[in-house]
């Protein structure tokens, strides 16, 4: 095997989709810290609804749920729950050796529909509209896992 490199067309194509969605997953939690703070409620811990220099007036319901607070948390949960298979897939199809214009296709067109899921659920669109931009992500992933499962049985 190669060494992975940036240098090498096909593990670059990885490495730019890749860290498209591990900036995108880690912006969400700065999302959601910046919607508490905006709001000053959504708060999850006792502890946060305490008098403090960043929270100067607490009040008894800021440990509610919150939607506009909470709308970002089940966005990063929905991250948390497809990227780390997406980051998995993608660097064992890359080993796998695809075609270029696969992996392109794979791994560009998984991050542009999880981008394109994260504006339809921060714009509470109907489940229909993120599950049409959903199932195309997991499809790859689905098939990069097909197609490395199939080229390790027959090594």
Known sequence: MTTLSLHDPLF???AIAAAIMILKMASMAWLTVYRMTKVKAGFRSPEDAR????NPTPTGDQLAPNEYVERVRR???NDGENVPLFLAAGLLFVIAAPPLWAAQLALYGYAATRLLHFAAYL???LHDVRAALWTPGSLAILGMAGYVLARAVDA
């Not at 008098?51 to 960043?54: G, K, T």
């Open 12 to 14: 670059r194509v990885y």
């Open 51 to 54: 008098r403090s220099p960043y």
């Open 75 to 77: 966005i990063h949960q």
């Open 123 to 125: 714009t509470a669109q």
